[in-house]
Nanobody, 120 residues
Framework: VQLQASGGGLVQTGGSLRLSCAASGSIFSINVMGWYRQAPGKQRDLVASITRGGRSNYADSVKGRFTISRDNAKNTVYLQMNSLKPEDTAVYYC???????????????WGKGTLVTVSS
């Protein structure tokens, strides 16, 4: 299973970016998909997650500014980021709890990360 993230870049404070992450490979189903981020010198933290049924969860720091969504048919998760702040600067990683065979438990897979830089 491979996860390919895209959409990062440089944006000014108050701007917007949309991240995408597509999963491919031997996939039976994907349970939870999510986005995490890691700033220099800090741990990797959850930004947002979404279940297959569409229930979402957000870190307090991004509530009201970021929106997570997914397309189950395309095995793709999105993160719409609005009103970006310098403290949102980080490498963003997508994650997918993936079931590769019917009846198996899900396994976490990670994308390589995409850099988001918000200038002040």
């Amino acid at each position: 299973v491979q996860l390919q993230a895209s959409g990062g870049g440089l944006v000014q404070t108050g701007g917007s970016l949309r991240l995408s992450c597509a999963a491919s490979g031997s996939i039976f189903s994907i349970n939870v998909m999510g986005w995490y981020r890691q700033a220099p010198g800090k741990q990797r933290d959850l930004v947002a997650s979404i279940t297959r049924g569409g229930r979402s969860n957000y870190a307090d720091s991004v509530k009201g500014r970021f929106t997570i969504s997914r397309d189950n048919a395309k095995n793709t998760v999105y993160l719409q980021m609005n009103s970006l702040k310098p403290e949102d600067t980080a490498v963003y990683y997508c994650n997918a709890e993936t079931v590769t065979r019917e009846g198996d438990y899900g396994t976490d897979y990670w994308g390589k990360g995409t850099l988001v830089t918000v200038s002040s």
